[in-house]
């Protein structure tokens, strides 16, 4: 599986001016930083490893069913599931697309697609053919999946639950926007070799309550010093941005000034698979910490790690900072949780999965396809200025669908030779319905050149146009009337 750095990097995420600055942080304060912002984010890990795989509820809040039924001209059952009631304002905005392309016995078939002038979503499938099928796999990664559209943008995607485990197909979704118009545009989506996963909750899972009351010798330990945690002084540092500045300080808080020792504990986790072990257990500045031991990431490891109130199911407590250090070929991952003694511990169990690694089909599958859907996109001129964050911009035009938001800035040239960098537009721009709902988006991003700026937001359900009231960016409310 890939590395987040490199599934970023996947996701052809451009900007025509990047301007990186220099700094002093070390690499491994940058991968603090990029944990812990993916935490701030509210994107749910299964971690293999030091590798991330991003379920479908981290960006549309459900997991889907698979069951492909076209209407001509229509969308999938696939889409109902996804959007619900809200598919009306979607209706004719999709199409059947059904081009595909089969190379060592895998047919990569891209199914459908909705979408609007800048954003859309493909639902595309793998298929194994000589009556193959993908009952024992629960998770696919790919080495490579890119779509090319000759633009700059961004696109992310996710697999989708399958209801018939003994089918021959795993189905999946992207969802991408673009600067540029994309509706009309032919597209190739590009994959290459794929590993299959399995993940599963042990029989006999580890009880952290009940083996810390049989051994009070790992409750109270002599705690040793974190080598891991760097002095840092940035104060008065020109080099920082100031989300830069306070996700280091954070990251700084966070990192444990002393940590449990190596025990060589070897406590099993799962009875069938002896790679994955706790090496130590307890408590450490008020906070219980657990270092698990990967002996064979490459093909077992831990998935998803988090203690859940045994009398109420709502109240999950995930690890609030990890960090990972390598020791004889052994990698450890050191969890931290917000659980400070005994007696609140004996409130939580433990749950968690192993991930195994069952089977790797190399290969390379491209498609090109034709986005032959109808763009019902309304652009709006409104040419008034705003200032957002403290630069200064004019607002052009908006366009919206359904779907999606798509804000175009002029850029302020006195602003932009001043202060040449445009800094994070997340939560700057938000769309107020009549009855006073914000719209929650389910993504957003920005490009910018010299003279423009561009903002999208994708929308987490569709939503009706002509019951939005205002549109809110930076320090001025549009109204919006249809």
Known sequence: MKKIHERLDNNNIENEELKIVESNISKEEKNKILEMTLNKAGIKRKSIGRKFILPLAAAMTLVLSFAIVFAQGGLSNIYYKLF????????????VIDESYSSNGITLNVASMLGD??????????????????????????????????DSGGYT?????????????????????????????????????????SIKEPANKFEPYSFLMKNQDFVKQSLVENLQKSTINI??????????????????RLTPNYVLPWKYANIPMDDDIDDIFIDNIGFAENKLCISIASSDSENHNLGDIYFVNNNNSEDTVYDEFMFSEEKNNIEYYYYIYNIKDMEELK????????????KTTTGEWNVTFKADYKNTTETKKINKEVTIDGKRYTVKNIKISPIALNVELRNNLTDKYDDPVHYDFYEKVSVLMKDGTIIEPSSSGSSSN?????????????????????????????????
Do not use: C
């Open 84 to 95: 619900g009631d809200n598919i009306k304002y979607v209706t004719e905005m999709g199409t």
């Open 157 to 197: 995607w996710y697999q989708i639950e399958d209801d018939d485990k003994n089918d021959n197909k795993a189905t999946f979704i992207l969802a991408g926007n673009t600067k540029k118009k994309v509706s009309g545009n032919k597209l190739t989506l590009r994959a290459a070799d794929f590993i299959e996963y």
């Open 450 to 482: 010299p003279f423009n700026t561009s903002i999208n937001l994708m929308f987490k359900q569709p939503i009706n146009t002509a019951e939005i009231d205002k549109i809110k960016i930076g320090d001025i409310e549009i109204s919006y009337d249809k």
């Open 347 to 358: 409130n939580y169990t433990l749950n968690y999965n192993i991930v195994s690694k069952l």
């Open 117 to 150: 002038e800048n954003a859309f979503y493909i639902i595309f499938e793998l298929i194994k053919e000589n009556r193959e099928s993908f009952k024992d796999s629960d998770y696919i990664e790919f080495d490579r999946l890119h779509l090319d559209f000759k």
């Open 235 to 252: 104060q008065n540092s020109d080099e920082y941005y100031p989300e830069d500045k306070e996700k280091v300080e954070e990251m700084y």
